[in-house]
């Protein structure tokens, strides 16, 4: 999700590494990073979870993973495993994880949201609250997620933005801790079924995301879902109050109409008050969701393919921010 790489350019771009990876992820080539520049000290953090207050210079010795993410994004909940067990494996051997939490929305700049994220993803390393982005400007990162490791020296000895690469990230922790590289793991997940870019409900990034019948600048209207949604676009239904990164239901019952084509659906949401909406995919009901915070919700998983969902609210106070894949 996010300012993010599609997967093809993910599976192009990946490492810029010191070993064993090319810059296309080709399997078993070198190569050598001539941009070996020192990592960055945090900058304007607003809050440690997990951990007393860390500076840059405090972790020399260590190897050091920052991960850039934001926990309502789906690419980078899909990561959390892995970062997890690497931070498991190698914790006692002078590794460090600092996952730098820098928000998308403005839920996610709440201190106690982020706590309760890090509790459900089982999270145990360090995290930081980079809520005015100054430590994302001091990397000069572009991306959610992306990994920065960092080797005893503080310099910084390869990248990964986006997904994927997992086996050669590893490798190159290991490497960097003086441990044998691990038995290979299975491949990266297979994500060739996702075909639908994330949809914003927004007005700011709508980018074309609504039916070309209806309006997606700012304001508060009533919209008719019309009789055909393109693929890869969603139509609302009722009366519905669009903001910069979210929309947001103004009375009871109102529906969106979406056209995907991908094996799973999420919804970035939140809710006034509790509620639960009802689903259906391709016109069979699906069990319904309760909307009871702000956070991502798995709405379908399903057959790859093209699908049509139909999510309905019960009550006024439902907001939308985007939908994701996968």
């Known amino acids: 999700m996010r300012k993010l790489l599609t997967l093809i350019v993910i599976l192009i771009v990946g490492f810029l590494v ?3 990876f090319s810059p296309s992820l080709t399997r078993g080539e070198e190569t050598t990073s001539s941009d070996r520049r020192t990592a960055p000290e945090f900058a304007g953090i607003t809050a440690w979870l997990n951990s007393q207050p860390l500076t840059m210079e405090s972790l020399r010795g260590k190897v050091v993973l920052v991960q850039f993410w934001t926990y309502s994004c789906i690419n980078c909940v899909r990561t959390l495993p892995y970062v997890t067990k690497w931070y498991d494996t190698y914790k006692d ?5 600092v996952g730098v939490h ?8 709440e201190t106690a949201n982020v706590e309760t994220a890090i ?6 390393y360090p995290v930081a609250q980079d809520n005015q982005y100054r430590t994302w400007r001091a990397f000069d990162n572009q991306y959610w997620p ?26 190159t922790i290991a490497r960097l801790v003086g441990e044998p590289a691990p038995a290979a793991q299975a491949g990266d997940p297979d994500l060739a079924g996702i075909q639908t870019p994330e949809l914003y409900l927004g007005s700011e990034k709508n980018d074309g995301a609504i039916v070309a019948s209806q ?19 969603f139509a609302l239904e009722g009366l519905w109050k669009l903001s910069g990164d979210h929309a947001t239901s103004s009375a009871d019952g109102v529906e969106i109409l979406l056209r995907f084509n991908a094996p799973k659906v ?22 319904p969701v309760t909307i009871d915070g702000s956070r991502l919700y798995p709405l379908y998983n399903g057959s790859n393919g ?3 969902l139909r999510l309905k609210a019960s009550k006024a106070g439902l907001s939308a921010y985007t939908f994701t894949f996968g």
Request: proline share 7%; aromatic share 8%.
């Open 18 to 20: 010191v070993v064993q």
């Open 93 to 97: 051997k002078g590794f460090v994880v």
């Open 146 to 171: 992306a990994e920065y490791l960092i080797d005893r020296s503080g310099a910084i000895v390869a990248t990964q933005f986006g997904e994927g690469s997992y086996q050669q990230m590893e490798n």
């Open 102 to 109: 820098t928000p998308e929305f403005a839920f996610e700049r």
């Open 266 to 287: 999420n919804l970035v949401a939140g809710s006034a008050s509790p509620q639960t909406v009802s689903l259906t995919v391709d016109g069979t009901p699906q069990p």
């Open 119 to 124: 509790k459900r993803f089982g999270i145990k």
């Open 306 to 308: 093209e699908h049509v």
């Open 215 to 233: 309006d997606s600048s700012a304001g508060e209207r009533s919209y008719a879902v019309p009789d055909s949604v393109p693929q890869n676009r």
